[in-house]
């Protein structure tokens, strides 16, 4: 299950969703660039890891109708959300909203985690 809300007071602006194995949040990666050397040796780049390079992909399949007007509601109104998540507590910013016959899909762009 995963909790979205809103960062201000709206009687329609919280949900929790069912979802399915299918959402993720990718794993950790740092900002790190390699550039090769004129020796043949290379010059690393850490730009060190955030949080906001990752992003939130919920699924949902299948759906309901009140959660799919919920997911555009979100997406077309807020410019950030909080998102409650078995892997922590984010703030963020909704992307995309997807859906297909049964599947519905909300992308939230990671702007921080919350409970570190």
Known sequence: MIAISTTTFDLDG????DVQRKT???GIARRVSRTGTLDGDA???DGGFTHA????EIVQDPHT???L???????QSYAEVIVSTSFGVFSGVPSTV??????????????????E
């Open 14 to 17: 919280a949900r929790v969703l």
């Open 24 to 26: 993720q949040i990718p």
């Open 43 to 45: 010059a690393f780049y």
């Open 53 to 56: 390079d990752r992003t939130l």
């Open 65 to 67: 109708a009140a959660d």
């Open 69 to 75: 007007e919920f997911c555009q509601y979100i997406a």
């Open 98 to 115: 997807k859906t297909d016959a049964t599947k519905l899909t909300m992308t939230i762009l990671i702007k921080e985690k919350l409970d």
